[in-house]
């Protein structure tokens, strides 16, 4: 059996992941894949244990190394379960989060050496890079005021806006480290304007 894809996306909460992630769902259904969606951390019964525990408003007292450690446990977790399996039988994988918010939040974010979060997540990740990355590009003040209007915020999203700041610069460094395979996507635009930007980079990566 051919082997299948895996796409991410990343970005701020708030910044459209979810819109854009449900209209790449249906532009390759409609190309004749079977679609697979995840998200992090979670989509597996571990994972979204791990998840309640990361991201639950009460743990404030959370170590910096502790949270990246249970994220890159969800992760493994994923991979393993979900990611791996799916791509190897043919399917297309999209995920809502991977190993770049790591290095987004837990390295730019919080100060930790990249180094060291790459080292453990080499684990985590068994081998598994995604195709092509999409970094939903849009200012944090902007991309938590629509989030928080939305539901509750989490206890990364209760975060100071200085560390969102942080974070966003962080994504937008990757993008310059990374760009054969992040590409960063104006989130600024109308939806469907968006969307026709991800479909170009989506038609490269499928021919």
């Known amino acids: 059996m051919e082997k299948g894809g895996f796409i991410?996306?990343?970005g701020t909460d708030g910044s459209g992941k979810t819109t854009q992630i449900a209209f790449m769902e249906k532009y390759l259904k409609e190309k004749g894949f079977e679609v697979v969606l995840t998200r992090e951390p979670g989509s597996t019964k571990i994972s979204e244990k791990i998840r309640s525990i990361i991201l639950d408003p009460e743990h404030k007292e959370m170590g910096y190394i502790s949270e990246m450690l249970?994220?890159?446990a969800a992760r493994a977790q994923l991979v393993s379960e979900i990611i791996k399996p799916a791509v190897e039988n043919g399917k297309m994988v999209i995920c809502d989060r991977f190993v770049d918010?790591?290095?987004a939040y837990q390295g730019f974010g919080r100060g930790i050496d990249l180094k060291t979060?790459?080292?453990v997540n080499r684990i985590a990740l068994d081998g598994m890079v995604p195709d092509i990355t999409?970094?939903?590009?849009l200012n944090p003040r902007i991309a938590l005021g629509r989030r928080m209007a939305a539901s509750q915020a989490?206890?990364?999203e209760?975060?100071?806006m200085d560390f969102h700041m942080k974070v966003y610069e962080g994504y937008k460094k990757l993008v310059l480290l990374y760009p054969d395979r992040i590409k960063s996507i104006d989130a600024n635009k109308d939806e469907q304007k968006v969307f026709n930007e991800i479909k170009t980079w989506l038609d490269e990566l499928l021919a």
Request: aromatic content about 18%; charged content about 35%; proline content about 0%.
């Open 101 to 103: 918010s790591s290095y």
């Open 70 to 72: 249970l994220y890159a």
């Open 158 to 160: 209760k975060e100071k």
């Open 134 to 137: 999409f970094f939903m590009d």
């Open 154 to 156: 989490d206890r990364i």
């Open 8 to 10: 991410t996306v990343e």
């Open 117 to 119: 979060i790459a080292d």
